[in-house]
């Protein structure tokens, strides 16, 4: 069985931490057997590049980028494969329609968040992804809520496929706890991390009496002005602001943090969320999207209303109190999330390809 995964983003040395769970996928295809080939954005190759940087003039640069990669399978390459495995509507799946039916291809498409972004106001992108996913032959996306919005946003069926995270990185070990607050991810309005500056800002007697540490690691548009934040407000003896994480030392910081917040504004699944939780960190977040799927209020975390910075600290306030006796739970939490494990992702999603292949 031969796979063309398809790409925009991918972890390269200028962008490490960039949609690691491909590169993650690909791997897991590669172990169970498959032949995978991938083609993806050469710009990030060569150019730093977080979430929602730059303008329209980088925005054009990244997608004739793109373009010219695919070009060599849209005219010849794509016919050596069974099938295209496009990770986002837009750009790759919508450039790989071409290569599957040029060369009769089976073409399946990932739906990952950003499908639910174009929804915000339908207009020229919202367009162009309905009509690419319309076109394929299977959609996976990676939660009941996504399934939902697929159907009643998109008309489109779909299959849920979780990205999966990898369970010999994260998993649960006992180690001191470094930190007592924290958040890892994009520096972006939808990923909510500036309701955790304002909770520290407007309850900063709260912080200072009980000397909580808040750790936060990042990347994205909104970074400069997250530690512009701090710095006005003289809050840096109490919050660190890093850069994004890899994966290895992610997972250390889950193990070695009291709480994890995930305070998305709108979240497809939140596969953060997962990792945390596989690690045995308590987990406090937004009750959007995907996350109140695995999330179980008050047994592997806290779920508060999204945008809610008063229920977000009383949730902060009540994990620390509740921290010594969740401790005696860690392991047993670390195993609610197992379903979503890479494994189990990669086994059903060879089955489907082999179904699809053989039909």
Not at 77 to 83: C, E, N, Q, T
Not at 111 to 117: C, K, L, M, Q, V
């Amino acid at each position: 069985m031969r796979i063309l995964i398809a790409t925009n983003g991918y972890p390269t040395e200028k962008n490490p931490t960039r949609q690691v769970f491909v590169k993650n996928i690909a791997d897991g295809l590669q172990k169970a057997g498959v032949d995978i080939e991938i083609v993806f954005n050469p710009y990030f190759r060569f150019f730093k590049d977080d979430l929602e940087t730059g303008g329209p003039f980088s925005a054009f640069f990244k997608t004739l980028f793109f373009a010219a990669a695919c070009l060599p399978y849209l005219l010849y390459k794509a016919k050596r494969f069974d099938l295209i495995y496009s990770h986002s509507a837009i750009w790759p799946g919508f450039m790989m329609l071409a290569a599957a039916r040029l060369h009769r291809i089976k073409h399946v498409c990932y739906a990952h968040g950003s499908i639910n972004e174009y929804l915000q106001k339908k207009g020229l992108l919202y367009k162009l992804a309905k009509f690419t996913m319309k076109q394929c032959n299977a959609i996976f996306t990676n939660s009941h809520f996504m399934q939902q919005q697929l159907s009643t946003n998109y008309d489109c069926s779909s299959v849920i496929v979780s990205p999966g995270y990898k369970s010999d990185v994260f998993y649960f070990k006992p180690k001191e706890k470094l930190f007592d607050l924290f958040f890892a991810g994009n520096a972006i309005e939808r990923k909510g991390a500036d309701l955790i500056l304002n909770a520290v800002h407007n309850h900063l007697h709260f912080y200072k009496e009980n000397s909580i540490r808040v750790q936060i690691n990042c990347s994205g548009v909104k970074k400069d002005d997250y530690i512009r934040f701090v710095k006005q407000n003289h809050l840096g003896d109490i919050i660190t602001i890093g850069d994004r994480l890899t994966e290895d030392s992610l997972s250390d910081h889950f193990r070695s943090s009291k709480i994890v917040i995930f305070p998305s504004r709108r979240e497809p699944l939140g596969l953060v969320g997962i990792e945390a939780i596989a690690c045995g960190a308590f987990l406090i977040a937004s009750n959007t999207g995907g996350i109140k799927e695995y999330v179980i209020h008050e047994e592997n975390g806290f779920l508060f209303e999204p945008d809610n910075e008063s229920q977000l600290q009383t949730a902060i306030e009540t994990a620390l109190e509740q921290h010594s006796e969740f401790q005696k739970k860690q392991p047993a939490i670390s195993k609610t999330v197992q379903t979503y494990a890479l494994d189990s992702s990669i086994q059903k999603t060879v089955q489907i390809f082999r179904e699809m292949i053989r039909s």
